[in-house]
Nanobody, 123 residues
Framework: QVQLVESGGGLVQAGGSLRLSCVASGSIFRFNAMAWYRQAPGKQRELVAAISSGGSTNYSDSVKGRFTISRDNAENTVYLQMNSLKPADTAVYYC?????????????????WGRGTQVAVSS
């Protein structure tokens, strides 16, 4: 059974940084693409960043240049380094495992989700 556990969220002032982690159980991790999504109150869940099994990445326009997704296959972990945070980045952040990575276009999610970690950015 696949399990995803996110951590690293918190409250930070605008301009600050956070690093989110998502640990995946099971040996399938290294063979799958992964992604970070976020959902703000009253809004739909949106793709933030994705990384292929080979390490290629893509980002939403709203975070490009500020956020970096990376993965450590040995630790079964995917990270999201978030810099220059804005109040608009406030949301619950979720990781997703095993979706389809579409190169520079995007990512189609699977049904494997973590429970999320809250990020709040104050102005």
């Amino acid at each position: 059974q696949v399990q995803l556990v996110e951590s690293g969220g918190g409250l930070v002032q605008a301009g600050g940084s956070l690093r989110l982690s998502c640990v995946a159980s099971g040996s399938i991790f290294r063979f799958n693409a992964m992604a970070w999504y976020r959902q703000a109150p009253g809004k739909q869940r949106e793709l933030v960043a994705a990384i292929s099994s080979g390490g290629s990445t893509n980002y939403s326009d709203s975070v490009k240049g500020r956020f970096t997704i990376s993965r450590d296959n040995a630790e079964n972990t995917v990270y999201l380094q978030m810099n220059s945070l804005k109040p608009a980045d406030t949301a619950v952040y979720y990781c997703n495992l095993g979706g389809t990575y579409y190169g520079g276009i995007g990512y189609s999610s699977s049904h494997y989700w973590g429970r999320g970690t809250q990020v709040a950015v104050s102005s």
